[in-house]
C-alpha cells in the first residue's frame, strides 16, 4: 500500500513529526495484529509514536543493545528502571556520585520500603561487601555526576551476579561515542537525552537501552504512567543524533586540551578529569573508554565560593548555567545548583566543595576556550595556595522543594 504522505515512494531524508495522539483503525484484525503485538503498528501516543520509534532504533543501534525506549527526561527513565524492577523489601545500592535528583527519588523510594545503600565511588572496588541476598539492583553512573569518578563496570557486573541482581549504568557522561555499558557487563543504560545524544539544548529527553525483554518490560510502565515523548523532540533528538559523533569527538579533544592547561595552573585544585594520567580514575578509563574521556570535568577554584563566583562572573565564551553535553560550554557551581535540593552535609560528603564547578565543554575553537579560562584566571587575586578543604556548611536553601524533610511525609 502507498503512503498517502509520499505517493510516489519517494523517502524523506528526515522521520517526520507524527503529532497524532489516535490512530484511524483500518480493520479490527489490523487492531488485533497491533494489541497482539504481531504487527508494528500505532493506536494511541501513551503506547507509542512513529516519530519517537525511529529514534529509539538509532539509540538502540548507537548502545548495541536490542532496543531502546525514550521518554520524557532522563529522571523519567531513571524512575521508569525503579518502577519497573524494585518492589517493596529490595535493596538497592546507589553511589552518592550520582545526579543529585536521585536524592530526591531516593526518598519516595523508602517510603515504599525500598532499602538503600548510598556508597562512595571511591570505594566501589569494595562493593561486594555491600551485597546483600535482597539486593536487587546497583545503579551507577560512570563517570560520575559532577566529580567524574570512574567505576569499574566489569567488576561491578560480578558483585552484581553473586545474587543475581541487576546492573544499571547511566551513560550520560560517557555518552556511546565512548563507552558500551552492555558489552562491559551492565543490563540496562539509561541516558539523560537531554545532554549529548539531544546536544543543543532545546530538548528533554531520556532513553534507556537493553535487550528485547528489558525494553517490553519498560513499556508496560511508560504506557502505564504515561511517560512517553512528544514527537516533535523526538525529531530534535534524531537531528541530534545526526551529529553525536563528531560533536562527541571535539567535546573530548577540547575537554583534554582544557584539563591539561587547568592541572597546571596555581589557583586551580583537585581537578577530575579520566583522560588526565594523573586522575584516579585514568587506568580503568582506559581500560573501558574509547576515543577519549567525554567533555566533561570537575575542579575547585581558589579557596572560597566568592573565588569561584568571580571566576565564573569573568567568562565571556563559556556560558554560567546548568546541563551539560551541547554545543556550547558550560559551567556552574554544582553546591548550588545540581545538589541544592540535598541536605548541605550530603552536598559535601563524597568530595564536593562550595567552590567545586562543573565544566562541559562544548564545540567551540580550542584556543577560544584557552584564552576565556586565561583571562578569567588572570583577574582572579587568590591571596593563599588553594587547600584541599571542605567548606563551612551553609544555610539551607529556601528554594520552593528544597525541604527534604517534607518530602518524607
Ligand atoms: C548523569 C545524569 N543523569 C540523569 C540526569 C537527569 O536528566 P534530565 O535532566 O534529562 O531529567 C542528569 C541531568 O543533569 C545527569 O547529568
Known amino acids: 500500500m502507498s503512503d498517502p504522505l509520499t505517493p510516489y515512494g519517494n523517502k524523506p531524508m528526515v522521520t517526520p513529526i507524527v503529532n497524532a495522539v489516535n490512530y484511524e ?31 529509539e532504533k538509532k539509540i538502540a543501534a548507537l548502545e548495541e543493545a ?17 518502577l519497573t524492577y524494585l518492589s517493596a523489601g529490595d535493596h538497592l545500592i546507589l553511589f552518592h556520585d550520582i545526579y543529585g535528583a536521585h536524592y530526591k527519588v531516593s526518598l519516595i523510594l523508602e517510603r515504599m520500603d525500598i532499602e538503600i545503600t548510598w556508597l562512595d565511588a571511591c570505594d566501589g572496588h569494595k562493593i561486594a561487601e555491600y551485597v546483600k541476598p535482597n539486593t536487587k539492583m546497583i545503579f551507577c553512573e560512570s563517570p560520575s555526576n559532577p566529580l567524574c569518578k570512574v567505576l569499574d563496570i566489569s567488576s561491578l557486573r560480578k558483585a552484581a551476579d553473586k545474587v543475581s541482581a541487576l546492573l544499571v549504568v547511566d551513560n550520560t557522561f560517557a ?23 539531544g546536544g543543543h539544548n532545546d530538548l528533554m529527553a531520556g532513553a534507556i537501552a537493553g535487550s528485547k525483554s528489558h525494553y517490553d518490560k519498560l513499556w508496560f510502565t511508560r504506557q502505564a504512567i ?52 594523573t586522575d584516579s580514575g585514568h587506568s580503568i578509563a582506559a581500560k573501558q573508554m574509547n576515543n577519549g574521556f567525554g567533555g566533561i570535568m570537575a575542579f575547585d577554584i581558589g579557596n572560597s565560593q566568592d573565588d569561584a563566583k568571580k571566576f565564573i562572573s569573568e567568562l565571556k565564551v ?24 540535598m541536605p548541605p552535609e550530603r552536598r559535601t560528603v563524597f568530595g564536593v566543595r562550595s567552590n567545586t564547578v562543573r565544566l562541559s565543554a562544548g564545540i567551540e575553537k ?26 563551612t556548611i551553609e544555610t539551607p536553601s529556601k528554594r520552593k522543594g528544597a525541604d527534604y524533610a517534607d518530602i518524607r511525609i
Open 25 to 55: 483503525y483500518s480493520s479490527f484484525e489490523v487492531l488485533r495484529q497491533i494489541t497482539d503485538g504481531e504487527i508494528d503498528g500505532y493506536t494511541y501516543h501513551r503506547d507509542d509514536n512513529p516519530t519517537v520509534r525511529a529514534v
Open 66 to 82: 536490542e532496543d531502546c525506549i525514550i521518554c520524557t527526561s532522563g529522571m523519567a527513565a531513571c524512575a521508569m528502571v525503579y
Open 175 to 197: 555518552t556511546p561515542y565512548h563507552q558500551k555499558p552492555l558489552s562491559l557487563g551492565a543490563d540496562i543504560v539509561v541516558h539523560s537525552a537531554t545532554k549529548g545524544l
Open 226 to 277: 504515561g511517560t512517553t515523548l512528544d514527537a516533535y523532540s523526538g525529531s530534535l533528538l534524531e537531528r541530534g543524533l545526526k551529529t553525536f559523533g563528531i560533536r562527541a569527538e571535539k567535546m573530548a579533544a577540547n575537554a583534554m586540551a582544557i584539563a591539561e592547561y587547568l592541572a597546571d595552573n596555581s589557583k586551580i585544585s583537585n581537578i577530575r578529569y579520566p583522560g588526565l594520567k
Open 318 to 341: 563559556i556560558c554560567h548555567a546548568v546541563s551539560l553535553g551541547a554545543t556550547e560550554s558550560l559551567i556552574c557551581i554544582p553546591y548550588l545548583t545540581t545538589l541544592l535540593y
Open 366 to 391: 580550542t584556543e577560544i576556550l584557552l584564552g576565556d579560562l586565561e583571562q578569567a584566571l588572570n583577574k582572579l587575586e587568590i591571596k593563599s595556595k588553594p587547600k584541599t578543604r571542605i567548606d
